[in-house]
């Protein structure tokens, strides 16, 4: 089956702009996890969905915000950007809410968010 | 909350060399420990994961003991091939919350 897909895979804004970033989980799946990765800070938390409700949110500004729809995709959105939202922006979707270990989480391949 | 430090990269090996990528950890309560591998271009896909002390995790030729006493989950392959360049996560979890990941380890592999 198809796994994780995520729109657009590469994108390039100037600072003050907002983005939108899009993220199609694999069929079936009902949660969708998003997580910024760069080369300083690694992997870090954004924000968790499931059944168009925010479960989990890490430590980021409020300029970051999402949303799932019935569908169960999901949109995350930066506002007002700053150089340091340079990143990679990685979703990742599973069957059932939360992080049990059970619940295993796959990943989706990313979009590259250049901000200049 | 946990926490994870791995050995830092970039690790450049030859092919058909031994591999070792050390990683400790903090966490509350008794966690579940996953490594994770994600290949250029692509997003990240779990390689293995043990839940409780002294269970070995393994799948592709890699390997890792849950060892509590020293909190580590070292990851290892006896013969790395080219296939294998990727960079390497750790990550601890315990409770309902998010997979907390070390910072990567990259590893090359040369022919």
């Known amino acids: 089956k198809a796994g994780v897909t995520q729109t657009p895979r590469y994108l390039i804004k100037t600072r003050g702009q907002q983005v939108t970033l899009s993220c199609s989980p694999i069929?079936?799946?009902?949660?969708v996890s998003w997580y910024q990765q760069t080369p300083g800070q690694g992997l870090q938390f954004l924000f968790e969905?499931?059944?168009?409700?925010?479960?989990n949110k890490g430590n980021f500004p409020g300029r970051f915000s999402g949303r799932q729809f019935s569908n169960s995709r999901s949109e995350m959105n930066v506002s007002t950007l700053e150089l340091g939202d340079s990143a990679l922006y990685l979703c990742?979707?599973?069957?059932?809410?939360?992080?049990?270990?059970?619940?295993?989480?796959?990943f989706g391949p990313g979009t590259r968010l250049t901000v200049l | 909350g946990n926490s994870v430090t791995q050995m830092e990269g970039p690790v450049t090996l030859s092919e058909e060399a031994f591999l070792t990528i050390n990683c400790t950890y903090t966490?509350?309560?008794?966690?579940?420990l996953f490594w994770y591998v994600q290949y250029p271009g692509e997003g990240l896909q779990l390689l293995l994961k043990a839940t409780k002390a002294d269970d070995k995790g393994s799948n592709k030729g890699f390997e890792a003991t849950y060892r509590k006493e020293t909190t580590s989950f070292h990851l290892e392959k006896g013969s790395v091939q080219v296939s294998d360049s990727a960079v390497y996560f750790c990550a601890p979890h315990s409770g309902n919350t998010p997979l907390v990941f070390g910072k990567g380890t990259r590893l090359s592999v040369i022919a």
């Open positions: 966490a509350t309560g008794y966690p579940s």
């Open positions: 069929s079936g799946h009902r949660s």
């Open positions: 969905y499931f059944s168009e409700t925010q479960r």
């Open positions: 990742a979707s599973s069957l059932a809410a939360g992080f049990d270990f059970y619940n295993e989480q796959f």
